[in-house]
């Protein structure tokens, strides 16, 4: 079975921090992904990597930046925290970007005081 | 752009009740269409995955199907229990060379099966 895992399942971070979220998938896959959902407005996408040291940016890239150096490691950081970040974090994998299936991690929920 | 609607938003049925969730898309042109289940505070965890060429997929007592034609697809939970309480989610992917495997997400349907 695909194995998607996130560094923290529960992250508490003040106003100007730098944050480091880690995600690890153990299948090989080519793809992964960084979603933030968060109530009525669902599940969007922030940034995505097709290959290592690749990324493209997601419907909302802003105050976020991602890093993958190896292919079974994607992290998301945000550079300085704000409030407005509060939010459950989920990664997701896949082994490639049309016809297969996604792999979601157990999430992070962040919270920024 | 792709819009993916789940219709509706909340639905309880007693226990051994059959679950029907639907999920419509305004874009034909997909690759596949994904169902997810997600339990509170946790992560999403796949359900079934049906390509753009299938019409249906099964897995124990699920069953989904996909009308393209008509952007449609639902979700059949036989014989529900307590157990499948959760909200469900679709999510389908679109052929556009811009999308980068991109999935479009509906809200999901939240499902309590009461004892």
């Known amino acids: 079975d695909v194995k998607v895992t996130q560094s923290s399942r529960y992250l508490v971070k003040r106003t100007g921090e730098k944050v480091f979220l880690e995600c690890v998938q153990d299948m090989d896959h080519e793809n992964m992904f960084w979603y933030r959902q968060d109530p009525g407005l669902g599940l969007r996408l922030i940034y995505f990597s097709y290959d290592v040291k690749m990324k493209e940016k997601g419907d909302i890239p802003e105050g976020y930046s991602v890093s993958r150096e190896k292919k079974e490691r994607f992290s998301l950081i945000l550079e300085s925290a704000s409030t407005n970040q509060t939010s459950m974090y989920l990664c997701?994998?896949?082994?490639?970007?049309?016809?297969?299936?996604?792999?979601f991690g157990p999430g992070t929920r962040l919270t920024v005081t | 752009k792709q819009e993916v609607t789940q219709i509706p938003a909340a639905l309880s049925v007693p226990e051994g009740e059959n679950l029907v969730l639907n999920c419509s898309f305004t874009?034909?042109?997909?690759?596949?269409l994904q169902w997810f289940r997600q339990d509170p505070g946790k992560g999403l965890t796949s359900l079934l995955l049906?390509?753009?060429?299938?019409r249906e997929q099964t897995s124990g007592r699920l069953n989904a199907s996909l009308d393209k034609s008509s952007g449609r697809s639902t979700l059949y939970i036989a014989a529900s229990q307590p157990g499948d309480s959760a909200t469900y989610l679709c999510a389908a992917k679109h052929t556009t060379t811009d999308s980068w495997g991109k999935l479009q997400f509906g809200a999901g349907t939240q499902v309590v099966v009461t004892p």
């Open positions: 049906i390509q753009s060429s299938q």
């Open positions: 997701a994998s896949s082994l490639d970007t049309s016809s297969y299936e996604q792999y």
């Open positions: 874009d034909s042109a997909i690759y596949n």
